[in-house]
């Protein structure tokens, strides 16, 4: 048997409940940003996908941004420190990033300001493949494979596999 009892007044009610209400889409995405932080298009996304009205929406992310709460610019750098702290090159952050909504501008001052890729390509390259350096054409051909899926470019990839271009 299935119970249908009607809500309890007071109780937590959904976007779909209240869909032009702007404390509530506020409410919901600070509730949102309290798990982890979203750049502004997701967290758009997500209150219209929970039932919330465009014009709502659009003023709870500004009102976020306004108030530092949400930042493309931190949530970017934070992105690129994390993946490639995976070991992810990138050719694939940025890729992730712009699915994600963001500014080119954004996404290559994130890039730039991290890391050393050429060094981590070749830590990714020694965590999965070992310290030598690849011995025969096959193998070098195999850690190039897995360092441009892994989003590092070709010059990257040269570097850390040791694979010398023909000048010909």
């Known amino acids: 048997m299935i119970s ?7 109780g937590r009610a959904t976007g779909a409940e209240r869909p032009a209400d702007p404390a509530a889409a506020r409410t919901a995405a600070a509730a949102l940003l309290a798990r982890r932080d979203f ?19 659009t003023e709870a992310v500004a009102g976020l941004a306004a108030q530092g709460v949400l930042s493309d610019e931190r949530f970017a750098h934070d992105y690129v420190a994390s993946r490639a702290g995976r070991g992810h090159g990138p050719l ?9 909504g963001l ?7 994130a890039l730039a300001a991290a890391v050393d890729w050429r060094a981590l390509a070749g830590a990714a390259r020694a965590r999965r493949f070992g310290k030598a350096p690849p011995a025969s054409w096959k193998e070098k051909a195999r850690q190039a494979r897995f360092l441009q899926y892994r989003g590092f470019s070709a010059d990257h990839t040269r570097a850390a596999t040791g694979i010398v271009p023909d000048t010909d």
């Open 92 to 100: 694939r952050i940025a890729a992730e990033l712009r699915a994600r």
């Open 4 to 10: 249908r009892r009607a809500p309890r007044p007071g």
């Open 103 to 109: 500014a080119a501008a954004l996404i290559e001052a």
């Open 39 to 57: 750049a502004s298009t997701e967290l758009y996304a997500r209150l219209i996908a929970r039932g919330y009205e465009p014009p709502v929406a």
